[in-house]
Structures are given as structure tokens and as C-alpha cells.
């Protein structure tokens, strides 16, 4: 299996210490380092994705509703660079939304650049071919494969994309770190990622593999003989390990090891003469490595055997899965009916077409009971689902609502469209925090459709506050949902919102004022008194096809006004503006296709609470991560898994989809705001965005020094090829805190087996205690090895979280451990991390013989017991082969440094004769772990030869599972 952790991510990549450094991390990497002409991870990643999907797209048959257009117009995008949205479009049609697509690409190239981050996987030279560790780093790439298909078998995208990311990094640096290229090769190599095949050829020990080169170009720095024989090698970085006599540095001046004899370098990392050697060969070794990852991901989808499974891996839908949360208790008859009616509404409209969900989920829940969650890619499984819920007996209030809402954001793909139907409060409130960090890190959108029916009665176990459902209203709000609130005899026409949303649907304006609106509310407050006229104002651009206004609430009247002055108000079914409909208190226009472009207007007459909330269909929209900017030897951003944290240098990174359009209308995206997420205020000045990648849809913002406390919206601005005004708010708001919190894998899962999982916590501000809590999906035996803590300012700390899974846990299935930290003294926002894990199955009792493990040579000599120990030394050198490679040799808890030896590593060892006998503890790179004894020469035996016996030990140290954290590789 594959290791890749445990993986620290630094607080301040700033101060990172050196490790070797591949092909540049990403995008910004080329600004960072002035390298502009150079290929980065994250070019040659996308590049082969892009390749992999147009391969897939064009063998597909049109989805339902093209087949009678023209057809994919695959040959307009020969002969010009891949992106995205166009290719989107080729298949899908003009429009289509491609930022699934996109959300996906960027998971896979964010993985693959981390690997380049954060210690210790950027100094470890396997992940990295360096310092010779070929074959070694061969066949951790093979466990890696492995581990990937089995993540795919069981539908586990996300850490699949995350483990594929990885794969190709370290793929990639093969060609940038070894002589591959030196060797005059111009085809990818024919046995790597093969199992069952070698290398072939490599560089031994005693093998010269370059001479010493002072300037920045090294041309033929490599001996003639090396490149006659074939031999492979590949440079050693900084010192660990150390470089021997006569090997070839990785070469740069973040390399120390550059400077010692032979001096000079070999690496192709990039362009630049000033941080590559052999930058003249960063071309062909790109070329290489860009048609290699594209094989990998051919071969992945071949051994796959199944192109949607390949899909999903890629997020190549322009649909959105159907993720619905259903209160099953004994009052809910018509809102099951109704979910059931729009759930196969929405089949039998979509499927075979563009939009058809590629996931279903249903999570029930009534109360003390929640879940389990159904998930299914089979729509007729759901439906089957969906018939099979019945009203269970009972009608009492509250329910266990937010715990079925959590269970369905762990579940869900990311930026899903999660429904909750339910007409109770929440029982379990106090799960609000972690809800909406959830929807956060998920990117999902929330409705929820509220049936409040004054006619019918609910047995209640104590008296419910009429602003139970504010909880509800405040995360619709957050995520950028609605809620809705009907009664029953409204309830199937309402819920014909479900089937209105697509994809596409972005959110343009919302706006509440105050809690609940529902029609009890409105009953309880008797005849309405005529309010003041509020005024709200929102920007429809050209990019925006359709749109729908919702008002709702204690309102009398309302008045909506188009930038020409033309308007249209409340008593009006059908007007100018668009078609009216008015089901109880919620009131809705749907505006016609393409609306005008410019300032709209809504007039409000309220006397109570009210909502106002506009969407629309757009390919035009965006997401987000906040990074950090690294420099030293990786330079670029890295993308922090964590909310943003006040006090640390960060950068903003967005993805903007749907800028090109039919008929080469280009759009220009300028600045982003920073806003109250309540009143729409702005908070500080426009932050300018800067174009990571040309024609990408990248950008980068620097955030201010300190951000706002709490929650924040953000707003995206330009302007179209005509200078209009563009504007899109995200969906979801974010959410600033104190400090840092990360989790990171230190073990896999078994069944039967307690699993660890590392945390660190950083702070950077004033001092201040945390309480930490942790839970896990499915809901395991956990605990944390420290509940409490107190940090000061920029102090750090680290524990454990142990985890329980039991015999019955079915291999690849998911494990999802939470952690909260709350700021206890002063109090203040929390904090909380996630991480996903895989049950591997159970590793099989080796039943091989031991690795060789010989003493090759040993000199010094500690004459009779009882003379001075300490002015004797003797030193011993070994030579350790086993099949999977070597990870580490620990004589106690010093590593020793090793180097390849032919197909096996040397190490030596060495000791004041006060100790005569040590046992060194050697891990290979299955974790697999065994002892190495050796012993000084007998008194008298100087320089003598011996052979010590290894005796097999079983594995002590758990191997890293396949999954590592995001943001926390190399």
C-alpha cells in the first residue's frame, strides 16, 4: 500500500526548511520563482486530465436532447490548448456548467502540488525519485495504484482524487529527477507503474554517476560511461540522506548538497538556469511526464472497466446529484408524497440527458432515530427508497433534523443541493456549528421546505418558542439555499422548487429580515398592519439566461422594477416583468429568458419578517480556497484545509467558470469583496485579482492583514466584453477563527483494529484555552489524548485521536473523524477539521522468509570486557535488501542515513565499544518492520567480515493510510 504520511503542513510556509523540490508546485510557483516559461505540477496535471476526459467525452453518445444538433465539436478544439468550460461545451452544449468538472481537476492538482509543502514527504526522496531510491520509489507507486483502483471500486471519489493527485507527482518527478532524458530517451519509460517488471539498469554504489560543474548550465556533467551502460540515477538533495563520493546532486541553490564534490546538478524542475541545472532538457523531461500521467490515467480508466466509475472519478457531469433529508414522522404524509412526486419528476425528465443526477441520497429521521443514508447512482434504487418510506407512528415536536442534515453533508459529492423536508423544530441544536462548518468545507447548498400548517397539531413535549425554525432559516442563509415556508395544501406545488434547480443555478441576491416566516407566525400575529416600503437592489448581468424572484413572509405588498423603469407588483399574476405566483405567503416572478441587464429594484411592504431571494441560471460562477504563499524550495501556494485563520499571510485562489461564451463574448474578472453576510455591507476595500494561468480561470486576491471576525461574505466583480457590470456573490459564507487546526493520517484502518489519527493545533494570536471533542461516521469508539489545552501566542500543539473499528467495519468503506476546538478562555468562534478515511482490508500474516540483512564489513576492535569502554569505537556496514524498499533504519531513535547499493541499500553503523551489540529497526515501505542485530568484531578481529542473521519481526508500526488530508502532502 502506498504511504504518504503522516503529513505535516506548517503553520508558516514561509520558514519551511528545504526538502527537493519536482517540477514547480502550481501556477504560482512561476511568479514566485520568475520561472515563467516553465511547466509546473499543476500544467501537466491538468493537461492529462483534460486529455483523459476528451478521450472519454468523444467515445460517449450525445447525451439525450443533442442528438439531432450537430454533434461535439471536438475538431475545433484540435490544435489549440484543452480548457475546461470549452470542453464542457463540445459535449454538453453552449452554457453548460462545468464547475464540478472544475472543482474536481482542482482536487487532484492541489493534492499533487502538496506533496511538494510540507515535511516530512517533501524530503522523502521515494516519493520523490531522488537520491537513487528508484526502484524503491517504483514500487511505492505500484502500492499507490492499487490502493487508488481499490478507492474507486468503492466509490470513494474523494479520496481517490486526492491518492491520483499524489500518484502523479511523483510519476512526473521521475522524468524531472532521473537521467531518463539524459539517456536520450523521448518515450515515456516502458516498465514503471508495470507490475511484475523492473527498471532496468541502475547506478550502484560504487558507480561514478557525475563530475563537477561550477556554472549554472551542467551540460555534460553526466560520465560517458553511465550513459553507454544505460545506468539509471537520479540526483541527492540537501542531506538526508547524505550524499555519497561521486553521485549527482539534485543542483539548485536551495540544494546544500550542490556545493559539495561532484558539484553541479541534474534536476529539470524548470526553465530557469538558476534553479535547474539541466533546464535545457525541462522540455522534453515535461513532454514526458505530461504523456506518462496521460497513459496512467488511460490505463486507470481501462482497468476500471467501467467509464462512469472513471467519471465520477473527474466529476464529468453537468448534472447535480439529488441529496433529500425526509422527516418520517407521523404528521409528514403529505410532504413524503410530495418529495416522492418531485424525486420522479426530476428522473424521468433527466435521465439520459445533460443533467441527470449521478448520485441520490436519502437520509430519514424522526426522533430519537436518524438515518441511515442511502446512497445510490441507480435511480430506480432511490425511487424504491423513496416508496419504501412510510409516516412512522408518533407527530410529536422536536426532531432530530440537524443530525440527519450532517449525516447527509458527509455524504454528499461536494457543492450538492441538499432538500430537507420536515414541519418540526430541531431537537439537536446544539449541533449548529458543525453543520455549518460542514457546509462550508462541502460547498453544498441548503433548502429547506418547512410545512407550518395551522390546521394541523403536533403533540409537543414542552412549549417551542414561535422562532423555532430561526436555525433553520440561518443555515438556508449560510449555504446560500432558501427556506421555504408552504402549509399543506400548497406543499407538491411548492416542492416544485427541487425540480426548477439545476446545476446552473446561482444564487444572485438574498436577503432576511428577522426569523420565521411561515404562515403560523402569520396567523398567530392576526390581520396585518401596512408597514414602511423597504427597498432592496441587485444586479442582473449579461451572462444570467433566466431568473426567479421569491418573496416571502409578513408582506402586503411589493413592487419590482427592471432597469428601464418597467415594473411589476404583487396583485399582478402576469405582468411586463414575468409570470406570478402566489401560494399562501410565498410569492414568486419568473422573469423571462435573458432579462434585462443592470439594477434591478425591489420594493417591499412589510409590517413583520420577510425574505427575499433571487437565482439564477448561469455557467458564470466561482469557487474558492484560502492558501498560503510557500517560498524556499517549493515555491507556489498552498492550499490551507482549515477556515482562514486572522493573523496568517494568506492569499485567496478562485476558480471562475463560464468565461467564454458562444459568439467569443470574453468576460474580465477585476476585484473580489469582502461583505457582511446579513446587511450586504462592505468590510474594507476591493481586494484586485491577479490571473494565475492565462486563459484558466484562475485568479489570486492577497486578503488584508486581519480579516473580519466571524462569518464573511465574498463577491466577485468584472465586467463583460461590452464593459457591463458583473457581479456573483458565493454561495456559501466563510468564516474566520483564531487558529489553526489540522488532522493528518498516521496509520490505515483495520477491521478489528484501533486506528490513530494525528492533530495539531496552532495559535497565533493571544493566549487562549481550547476544548477539544471528536466524533467519527460511522459512529466508532473515539477518544483525544487531550481534551484541554492552553496555547500562547505562536505556541503549537499536537496530539492523538485514537479510533475504534470494529470486526464487522466492511473494507473500503469510508470513516469520517470530526474534531472541534472552542475557544474556552476568551471565548470565541470554533474551529473543526475532517478527515476521511479508508478500512483497508486486514494486511495478510507475512509468510516469506526474512530480507537479507547482511554486515559486510565492520572495523575497530573493543579489546576484553572491562577495558575503557569509551575511548573505543567501532563502526559496522550493512547491506539491507527487501522487495517493497526501504523506508528507515533506526538504530533507538536516530535514523542512519542509507543509500542505494545496487537492488539493496547500504547503511553503517557505528558505536563506542560501551555498547557491543545493537539491534537496528528497519521499516520498509509496507511498514512493514524487522531487526537488523549487529556486533562489534571480537577482540582481536580488526576490519573482519560477518554475516548476522535477521529475524522477522511482525509489524509494530502501522502503515499511513492511502488517504492523506488535503493541503498536508509534499
Known sequence: MARWGPLWALPLLLLAPPGALGFFPNFWSRAMAAAWGSFTHQDLTEEALLAAALELLRGLPPPRGRERERGPAWEELEGRPLLADQLFAAYYGPGAPARRFRAALAEVTVANAALDFAAPARSDPQLHFDAERLRPAGNRLLSARRDLLQALGAEQYRPARRCLGQVLHSLQDFYSHSNWVELGHRHVHPDLLQPGRELGHTAGADVRTCSTCTGWTCEGNIPAAVGEQGLLTSGYFGTEPEKPPGKCSHGGPLDSSRLQEPQGGINKDSSSPIFSPHHYLHGPAAALAREASLVFLRELRRDLAHDKRFMRLLDLSAGAGLSIVLDTTGSMGEEISAARLQAREIVSRRLGGPEEPDCYLLVPFHDPGFGPAHKTSDADEFLKLLDSISPLAGGDEPEMCLSALQLALLHSPPMSEIFVFTDASAKDAHLRASVEALIQERRCKVTFLITEDPSRTRVRREVLAPDRFDLYVDLARVSGGQIIFTDNANIRQVAGVIGETTASTVTLFQYQKGGSVGPRGLARRGRLKRGAWETHRFWIDSQVDAAVVTVQGAVTAFRLRDPTGTSQTSDTPSGPLGMGQRLGSFHRIQLPAHPPVGRWTLEVQAPGNYSVHVRGNSSLDFFYYFAVPAEGPHPGLFKLESRPVRGLPMSLVLTVTGLTRPGGDSLRMEAVELADPVTGRRLGGELLLREGANGTGT??????????????????????????????????????????????????????????????????????????????????????????????????????????????????????????????????????????????????????????????????????????????????????????????????????????????????????????????????????EFWCPVAAPPAGVAGGLAVAPCWWMAALAVPVAIYVPPGLGR
Do not use: K
Open 699 to 928: 485568479y489570486v486576491a492577497d486578503l488584508p492583514p486581519t480579516l473580519p471576525q466571524g462569518a464573511f461574505a465574498l463577491i466577485l466583480r468584472g465586467s463583460d466584453s461590452q464593459g457591463r457590470h458583473l457581479q456573483r456573490p458565493a454561495p456559501q459564507v466563510s468564516t474566520a477563527v483564531g487558529f489553526l487546526l489540522q488532522l493528518s493520517s498516521s496509520g490505515p484502518l483495520y477491521p478489528g483494529q484501533m486506528g490513530t489519527v494525528a492533530w495539531r493545533v496552532w495559535n497565533p494570536g493571544a493566549p487562549q484555552e481550547l476544548g477539544l471533542a471528536v466524533s467519527s461516521d460511522p459512529g466508532y469508539p473515539v477518544s483525544t489524548s487531550s481534551p484541554r489545552l492552553w496555547l500562547g501566542r505562536n505556541q503549537t500543539a499536537t496530539g492523538v485521536i485514537s479510533l475504534q473499528v470494529p470486526d464487522v467495519a466492511s473494507p473500503a468503506s469510508a470513516v469520517t473523524v470530526t474534531l472541534r476546538a472552542d475557544p474556552l478562555s476568551p471565548a470565541g468562534g470554533a474551529n473543526f477539521a475532517f478527515l476521511q478515511l479508508l478500512v483497508m482490508p486486514r494486511p495478510l500474516t507475512p509468510t516469506r522468509t526474512a530480507p537479507p540483512c547482511n554486515v559486510t564489513w565492520a572495523a575497530g576492535t573493543c579489546g576484553p570486557a572491562g577495558s575503557p569502554c569509551r575511548e573505543r569505537r567501532w563502526t559496522a556496514g550493512l547491506r539491507i535488501w527487501d522487495g517493497a524498499g526501504i523506508r528507515s533504519v533506526l538504530a533507538g531513535s536516530v535514523a542512519l542515513p542509507h543509500r542505494a547499493d545496487g537492488m539493496a541499500v547500504a547503511v553503517t553503523y557505528s558505536s563506542d565499544c560501551c555498547t557491543r551489540e545493537a539491534e537496528l529497526l528497519v521499516t520498509n515501505q509496507l511498514g512493514e
